[in-house]
C-alpha cells in the first residue's frame, strides 16, 4: 500500500537527485568559466591552429606589453630596439630583460617561452611560424585586430582567459576619456590640435585614426586640422613623414611634440619654416619627451596622453 510516510519519502528522495543534478552542473559551468586553467586550442588570425598551454607562465609577446601589463601578465622578455625600450612601462618591466624587436630565433629560444604572441603578419612570414612554432606555441594577432587597441587587448585577454579584465580595463578607459572629452570641451572647445615627432631630422605626424591621433580626435573630441587629414589619407603608419614645407600650413591651434633629436642638438627646430609656424610662435607646443608614452598604444599607453593632454589645455 503507497501510504502518506511512502509518498513523504519518494518526495525527499526525488529532491535529492535534483539537487545532485543541480550541483553536478554547477560544477561543469564552474570548468567552463575557467578555461586558462586547461589546455586549449584557439584559431589565430592567420588560420592557425594554436595549442595554448594551461596558464604560461613564459610569454613573449614583443610590443604587445602595454596589454599583458594591463592584464596583470608579466613577460619573460620585453621588447626592444638598439636605441632604447618602452620606458613608460618600466615601473612594471625593470627586471625584465630585453629581447630584440624583429625576434631572432636563437634569443626567443633562449628565453624557453611557453607562449608567443605576434603582432602582425610580418612576424610570421614565409617560413618564420614555422619556426617559432617550433620553439613554443605560437598565436598572430594580425595586422587588422592589431591596428586598433581594443581588440587586441580583448583577444589577448580571450588567448590568456583573462576577457574579463580585459573588458574592465577597456571600460575604465572610457570612463576617463568620457571625462577627459568632457572637460577640454568646457576650457577648448573646437581648437584642433597635432602630434609631431622629430627623429633623424625629419619631422613625422601621427594619423588622424590611428596611435595617439585615435586619442586626440576619437577619444577627446579635439578638432583634426586640414593637414593632418591630408597627410593621414596618404599614408598608411601611425606616423607619417611631412615636409618643413608641409609643416607650414599646419593650421593646429596645438602642437603635442615628441623630440627624439635631442641629443643630436634638435638642428630641424632651428630653421625658420619651424619658427613661422602658428602654434610655435604663439607658444602652444606642449613638449613631451621620446620615454614617454606618445609613440605608443594600449590602455597604459593612452591614459598617461590623457594625463599630458588634460595637463596641457585645461587650466
Given at each position: 500500500?503507497?501510504?502518506?510516510?511512502?509518498?513523504?519519502?519518494?518526495?525527499?528522495?526525488?529532491?535529492?537527485?535534483v539537487?545532485?543534478?543541480?550541483?553536478a552542473?554547477?560544477?561543469?559551468?564552474?570548468?567552463?568559466e575557467?578555461?586558462?586553467?586547461?589546455?586549449?586550442?584557439?584559431?589565430d588570425?592567420?588560420?592557425?591552429?594554436?595549442t595554448?598551454?594551461?596558464?604560461?607562465?613564459?610569454?613573449i609577446?614583443?610590443y604587445?606589453e602595454?596589454?599583458?601589463?594591463t592584464l596583470?601578465?608579466?613577460?619573460?622578455?620585453?621588447?626592444?630596439?638598439?636605441?632604447?625600450?618602452?620606458d613608460y612601462?618600466?615601473?612594471?618591466l625593470?627586471d625584465i630583460?630585453?629581447?630584440?624587436?624583429?625576434?631572432?630565433?636563437?634569443?626567443?629560444?633562449?628565453?624557453?617561452?611557453?607562449?608567443l604572441?605576434m603582432?602582425?603578419?610580418?612576424?610570421?612570414?614565409?617560413?618564420?611560424?614555422?619556426?617559432?612554432?617550433?620553439?613554443?606555441?605560437?598565436?598572430?594577432?594580425?595586422?587588422?585586430?592589431?591596428?586598433?587597441?581594443?581588440?587586441?587587448?580583448?583577444k589577448?585577454g580571450?588567448?590568456?582567459?583573462?576577457?574579463?579584465?580585459?573588458?574592465?580595463?577597456?571600460?575604465?578607459?572610457?570612463?576617463?576619456?568620457?571625462d577627459?572629452?568632457?572637460?577640454?570641451?568646457a576650457?577648448?572647445?573646437?581648437?584642433?590640435a597635432?602630434?609631431?615627432?622629430?627623429?633623424g631630422?625629419?619631422?613625422?605626424?601621427?594619423?588622424?585614426?590611428?596611435?595617439s591621433?585615435a586619442?586626440?580626435?576619437?577619444?577627446?573630441?579635439?578638432?583634426?586640422?586640414?593637414?593632418?587629414?591630408?597627410?593621414s589619407?596618404?599614408?598608411?603608419?601611425?606616423?607619417?613623414p611631412?615636409?618643413?614645407?608641409?609643416?607650414?600650413?599646419?593650421?593646429?591651434?596645438?602642437?603635442?611634440?615628441?623630440d627624439?633629436?635631442?641629443?643630436?642638438?634638435?638642428?630641424a627646430l632651428?630653421?625658420?619654416?619651424?619658427?613661422?609656424?602658428?602654434?610655435?610662435?604663439?607658444?602652444?607646443?606642449h613638449?613631451?619627451?621620446?620615454?614617454?608614452?606618445?609613440l605608443?598604444?594600449?590602455?597604459?599607453?593612452?591614459?598617461l596622453?590623457?594625463?599630458?593632454?588634460?595637463?596641457s589645455?585645461?587650466?
Amino acid at each position: 500500500m503507497f501510504t502518506r510516510k511512502n509518498k513523504k519519502f519518494v518526495l525527499i528522495l526525488v529532491s535529492l537527485m535534483v539537487m545532485s543534478l543541480w550541483l553536478a552542473a554547477c560544477g561543469d559551468n564552474k570548468e567552463k568559466e575557467a578555461p586558462a586553467s586547461a589546455e586549449r586550442t584557439v584559431t589565430d588570425a592567420l588560420g592557425n591552429q594554436v595549442t595554448i598551454p594551461a596558464n604560461p607562465q613564459r610569454i613573449i609577446a614583443s610590443y604587445l606589453e602595454d596589454h599583458l601589463i594591463t592584464l596583470g601578465v608579466k613577460p619573460v622578455a620585453q621588447w626592444s630596439v638598439p636605441n632604447g625600450i618602452q620606458d613608460y612601462l618600466q615601473a612594471s618591466l625593470k627586471d625584465i630583460p630585453t629581447i630584440a624587436y624583429d625576434l631572432p630565433f636563437e634569443a626567443v629560444t633562449n628565453f624557453s617561452p611557453d607562449l608567443l604572441i605576434m603582432a602582425y603578419n610580418s612576424n610570421v612570414e614565409g617560413e618564420k611560424y614555422a619556426q617559432y612554432s617550433k620553439i613554443a606555441p605560437t598565436y598572430t594577432l594580425g595586422d587588422d585586430i592589431n591596428a586598433d587597441w581594443r581588440k587586441s587587448l580583448l583577444k589577448i585577454g580571450e588567448v590568456l582567459g583573462k576577457s574579463k579584465e580585459a573588458q574592465q580595463a577597456i571600460d575604465t578607459y572610457e570612463a576617463k576619456a568620457k571625462d577627459a572629452k568632457e572637460k577640454l570641451q568646457a576650457s577648448v572647445k573646437g581648437e584642433s590640435a597635432a602630434a609631431i615627432w622629430l627623429v633623424g631630422k625629419s619631422f613625422y605626424i601621427v594619423s588622424d585614426k590611428l596611435s595617439s591621433g585615435a586619442v586626440l580626435y576619437n577619444d577627446l573630441g579635439l578638432e583634426v586640422p586640414k593637414v593632418v587629414q591630408e597627410i593621414s589619407a596618404a599614408g598608411t603608419g601611425n606616423w607619417n613623414p611631412i615636409p618643413l614645407e608641409k609643416l607650414a600650413e599646419l593650421d593646429a591651434d596645438h602642437i603635442f611634440f615628441v623630440d627624439s633629436d635631442k641629443s643630436t642638438g634638435s638642428e630641424a627646430l632651428k630653421d625658420p619654416i619651424w619658427q613661422t609656424i602658428p602654434a610655435v610662435k604663439n607658444g602652444n607646443i606642449h613638449e613631451f619627451p621620446s620615454t614617454g608614452s606618445w609613440l605608443y598604444s594600449g590602455a597604459i599607453a593612452n591614459s598617461l596622453m590623457i594625463d599630458d593632454v588634460l595637463g596641457s589645455l585645461v587650466k
